[in-house]
């Protein structure tokens, strides 16, 4: 059950690892097209999609438990890069603005 939970994480953070790419790029100064950003979403949920499909298919595999590591980290992940985002494009204070 371990096994699972640990297999289903690493997956769930190799698909939010589009994203994060993404981010860093933009916040390097490489301008990221809409299309990249949509690119990415569909990678990572199709991605996704074909992991739990495996994990449904694999008889030696608890279904359950490796789904919620998937699913839970990857969500977390993708939290946690909307909150580090949005920290970049909200400027803390006058300073950084220019003003």
Excluded: D
Excluded at 15 to 23: K, M, R
Excluded at 25 to 40: N, Q
Excluded at 69 to 93: D, H, K, N, Y
Aim: charge should be neutral; aromatic fraction near 10%.
């Amino acid at each position: 059950m371990v096994l699972e939970i640990v297999l289903g994480a690493v997956g769930g953070a190799l698909g939010s690892v589009p994203g994060l790419y993404l981010a860093r790029r933009s916040r390097r100064g490489v301008p990221a097209s809409v299309a990249a950003g949509l690119a990415a979403i569909m990678g990572s949920l199709a991605g996704l999609m074909v992991l739990l499909g495996i994990g449904y298919e694999v008889p030696s595999i608890a279904f359950e438990p490796f789904a919620f590591g998937l699913i839970s980290t990857f969500l977390g992940l993708w939290w946690a890069e909307a909150v580090i985002a949005w920290r970049w494009m909200r400027p803390q204070s006058s300073e950084e603005v220019g003003a």
